[in-house]
């Protein structure tokens, strides 16, 4: 039998799939807002991306995450998704030192 390794989802910055908990998910939600989801059950269609800057990096400035989401977003829009997702690799990292 296959070992469990738990849900893999593939990260649109870097094309390559990883445990669910090593990402974190970008969601789109019913209203059409694009947030980072800290739950990762947020209602809405989601993306996922590393816990790493040069993933979520790639993965606005390519567009690959506005396309994965079926969303434009605006400039203005890219940048605020990017330091929110930013904010959150800092919050992962913090967790990862306490563990
Ligand atoms: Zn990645």
Not at 36 to 50: E, F, I, K, M, N
Not at 69 to 91: F, K, M, N, T
């Amino acid at each position: 039998m296959a070992p469990r390794t738990g849900p893999e989802r593939t990260c649109v910055g870097c094309r390559t799939s990883g445990s669910k908990l090593d990402l974190i998910r970008i969601v789109r939600t019913p209203h059409g807002e694009v947030r980072v989801d800290a739950t990762g059950r947020a209602p809405g269609r989601g993306a996922y991306v590393h816990a790493d800057r040069a993933c979520a990096t790639a993965a606005i400035a390519r567009g690959s995450l506005a396309r994965s989401l079926r969303v434009g977003l605006r400039a203005e829009e890219a940048a605020r998704l990017g330091d929110e997702i930013e904010r959150e690799i800092e919050r992962e990292i913090e967790r990862d030192v306490r563990r």
